[in-house]
C-alpha cells in the first residue's frame, strides 16, 4: 500500500487545527479527598458563556458539577453567586422555600447530603469556586 505523504501532512494539520486551546482555565482540588477539576470558563459581558471541564472524583462531586454547570451557563457572575448561596443554604438544611428549591432545578437531588458530612463538600467544590472567579 502506498501512503502520500502530503496526504498525512494535510490530515494530521487540520485536526491539530481543532484541538482546543482554553485559556482561563483554573484548577480545584478538595481539602477532604480526591476530587479534582480543571475548569474553563468563558466569560462575555459578565455571563458564563461557555465552560468545559475535564474532573474525577466521586459521583456526588461529578454529578453536582455537571448539573451546577448546565445550570449556570448563560447566567451573569451575580446569578451565578445567588445560585451557588442557595444551594449552600439547601445543602446545609436551611429552610428555602417552594419557589427556591424549584430555582435549584435538579440540584435538588442533593437534598440528603448533608447525612455524609464528607459529602458536603464534594458537592460543593465546583460551585464554590465558580463563584469566586
Request: proline share 2%; glycine share 2%; charged share 25%.
Amino acid at each position: 500500500m502506498h501512503f502520500n505523504p502530503n496526504d498525512a501532512r494535510e490530515i494530521i494539520m487540520s485536526n491539530y487545527k481543532k484541538a482546543k486551546e482554553h485559556k482561563n482555565v483554573f484548577h480545584f482540588v478538595s481539602e477532604t479527598c480526591s476530587d479534582d477539576i480543571f475548569l474553563y470558563a468563558k466569560f462575555e459581558n459578565d455571563v458564563l458563556v461557555d465552560y468545559d471541564y475535564t474532573a474525577k472524583g466521586c459521583s456526588v462531586f461529578l454529578s453536582a458539577t455537571e448539573i451546577f454547570l448546565n445550570l449556570v451557563k448563560n447566567k451573569t457572575r451575580n446569578q451565578i453567586k445567588e445560585l451557588y448561596a442557595l444551594f449552600d443554604q439547601f445543602i446545609n438544611q436551611e429552610n428555602l422555600t417552594e419557589e427556591q428549591v424549584k430555582s435549584l432545578g435538579d440540584l435538588w437531588v442533593f437534598f440528603n447530603v448533608k447525612t455524609h458530612l464528607n459529602r458536603v463538600a464534594c458537592a460543593l467544590l465546583t460551585p464554590k469556586n465558580l463563584e469566586k472567579l
